[in-house]
T-cell receptor, first 112, second 112 residues
């Protein structure tokens, strides 16, 4: 059972470069999320998608865009990476109404 | 002020000890409460949901006090394998749905 799959697992970017983090889930969940985790800050919500075709901003959306490509896939794009975006990024999915959320293994991103 | 507050620890306890973690939340409208466990450099995983009547799962007991907006987790007979970060999680009502709002986590180290 794959669950939630994120790619890539590691990435180093130069300031100003762009990249897309990919996320796919095979549990037929409606809701998908992107979080970032920084030391001392905990997990903070970047964007979420309550259902296919909808996306909304979370707590820290600046510098990011998202696309809910279909029910399975939810991608996160950094258009112009900044050192402040160095973090661990987690994608998650859940059924409607906030039941248990399942997380991908994370993407460790360093922007230099 | 963060919506979910936890003591970051670290809590260093010997094997066999009983340890308790506390968490407070600010949104009185929150309906769902969870404890997640996160191992070093891994994704968060659900440990247990927290119900109004309190619930127990083996050595783990979770309690919810809605009047005080307070959640607790008790671990009895601590094992070395319990060493991890424990995340208090509360649902957040967002524009088009819900998402999980994470505390910063409490670090537990169980020593021989």
């Amino acid at each position: 059972n794959a669950g939630v799959t994120q790619t890539p697992k590691f990435q180093v970017l130069k300031t100003g470069q762009s990249m897309t983090l990919q996320c796919a889930q095979d549990m037929n969940h409606n809701s998908m999320y992107w979080y970032r985790q920084d030391p001392g800050m905990g997990l903070r919500l970047i964007y979420y998608s309550a259902s296919e075709g909808t996306t909304d901003k979370g707590e820290v959306p600046n510098g990011y865009n998202v696309s809910r490509l279909n029910k399975r896939e939810f991608s996160l794009r950094l258009e112009s990476a900044a050192p402040s975006q160095t973090s661990v990024y987690f994608c998650a999915s859940s059924e409607v109404g906030v039941t248990e959320a399942f997380f991908g293994q994370g993407t460790r991103l360093t922007v230099v | 002020r963060k919506e979910v507050e936890q003591d970051p620890g670290p809590f260093n306890v010997p094997e066999g000890a009983t340890v308790a973690f506390n968490c407070t939340y600010s949104n009185s409208a929150s309906q769902s409460f969870f404890w997640y466990r996160q191992d070093c450099r891994k994704e968060p995983k659900l440990l247990m949901s927290v119900y109004s009547s309190g619930n127990e799962d083996g050595r783990f007991t979770a309690q919810l006090n809605r009047a005080s907006q307070y959640i607790s987790l008790l671990i009895r007979d601590s094992k070395l394998s319990d060493s991890a970060t424990y995340l208090c999680v509360v649902n957040s009502d967002l524009n088009s749905g819900y998402a999980l709002n994470f505390g910063k986590g409490t670090s537990l180290l169980v020593t021989p």
